[in-house]
């Protein structure tokens, strides 16, 4: 076995098992009608979701929204955890912390992986390579990027040593062709969809394929499915959000999937999908009542004018700059000056008061918006939860 270094202990002789799946490439499991009709409830949440939504002002802006916000579950599930402002000010160029590039990395590598899958081809390894680099970019990690682990790996116990590991992948040698099986189940077009997401994520959580990145990784993978298949044309339900909230539900379904038979693993994937999809309808409406506000407040300007354009795009991009609302709108840098200070000026947005941060403005109903959204996803069903944390005790 490897040399991990950590000290004699750690550098003594010992064996190991790893965990080498089975091919899914041509997997049929069969299922129950009771597991049946819940997948099915599952595809349709998020046909649903994806057929009503358009009805919105601004699908784009929206859809870009909650593609942010799954990526910022599927971080934070990571341990990777940032403040709504925080984030918006680093993907806006403002600054930050090596915690705010990745969790940027994690909504370019979601944006990524479903660009890929809306090409309407096959997926390809390349494909899920190329994921991996977007979300390492600008990392300290970013050599790792796309690169397929040549080493074991393991998660859980000692850093130095997989003895004593809560689980313990393939070894290295197997991984190239684990995950060629595993492209070939994703371009199957014979399951049920929210089955193949949910066995696709696993597989690809079980073999581990990266020293770093695989759980962000996994769960673009979902997406990529849900792209591919059709039922998420434009919106993806925030499915990582629920999970970062039923994180040891979430675990447990994996080491289930992979020791045990997957029946459980299927329904909690598809009971999750369903209220992602069903919270995010209901952060569909609430941001077309935001909108609607705004516009009344701004005195309902036409159809074409700047200020209405940009407060499309603001549920998005909460923060913004002239030149960014000015390419939002497609107007002149002048012509988006008055309409962002005829924002202002209606209470739509903010101008950021410290010099480091330049000119620029935030949107303070979408974060109002958002944390409210976080609240209620934090929230057992039947409980309710302060607007504000309680004050610690002295």
């Not at 081809?121 to 796309?146: F, K």
Request: contains cysteine.
């Amino acid at each position: 076995m490897r040399d991990y270094g950590g000290g004699r202990r750690h550098r003594s002789p010992q064996t190991i098992d790893c965990f080498v799946p089975d091919p899914i490439a041509d997997f049929d499991p069969p299922l129950t009608a009771a597991i049946a009709a819940t997948l099915a409830e599952a595809d349709a949440a998020v046909r649903d979701l994806n057929s009503e939504v358009p009805a919105l002002a601004s699908l784009e802006a929206l859809s870009r929204q909650l593609l942010r916000q799954e990526s910022v579950g599927s971080s934070r599930i990571e341990g990777l955890v940032m403040g709504q402002r925080l984030l918006a000010r680093a993907a806006a160029g403002a600054g930050g912390d090596e915690t705010a590039r990745q969790i940027v990395g994690n909504v370019r590598a979601m944006e990524a992986a479903i660009g890929r899958a809306a090409e309407g081809r096959a997926l390809a390894l390349e494909d899920v390579l190329e994921v991996h680099r977007v979300l390492l970019r600008a990392t300290r990690d970013e050599h790792l990027g796309g690169v397929i682990r040549n080493e074991q790996n393991w998660i859980g116990g000692s850093a130095y040593s997989p003895a004593g590991a809560e689980y313990i992948p393939p070894p290295e040698d197997e991984v190239q062709r684990l995950m060629e099986d595993l492209v070939e189940f994703v371009n199957r077009e014979d399951l049920p969809v929210s089955m193949q997401a949910a066995i696709a994520h696993a597989q690809f959580e079980t073999i581990h394929p990266f020293i770093d990145g695989n759980g962000r990784v996994g769960r673009c993978l979902i997406h990529i499915v849900y792209r591919r298949r059709g039922l998420a044309r434009s919106v993806v339900p925030p499915i990582s959000l629920i999970l970062a909230t039923r994180s040891r539900e979430y675990l447990g379904g994996l080491q289930e999937y992979r020791f045990a038979e997957m029946t459980q693993w299927l329904v909690f994937f598809a009971t999750v999908t369903i209220a992602a999809a069903r919270k995010a309808n209901g952060l569909a409406a609430r941001v077309e009542m935001l909108l609607g506000q705004w516009l009344s407040e701004l005195g309902n300007p036409r159809s074409d004018a700047s200020s209405r354009r940009i407060a499309a795009q603001l549920p998005a991009e909460p923060i913004i700059t002239v030149a960014r609302a000015a390419e939002l709108a497609q107007v002149s840098n002048t012509a988006a000056d008055n309409a962002v200070r005829a924002l202002e000026s209606a209470g739509v947005l903010k101008r950021l008061g410290s010099k480091k941060w330049g000119r620029m403005w935030e949107a303070p109903g979408v974060f109002e918006l958002l944390d409210g959204f976080e609240r209620e996803l934090a929230t057992p069903e039947g409980e309710q939860r302060p607007a504000r944390p309680a004050p610690r005790p002295a």
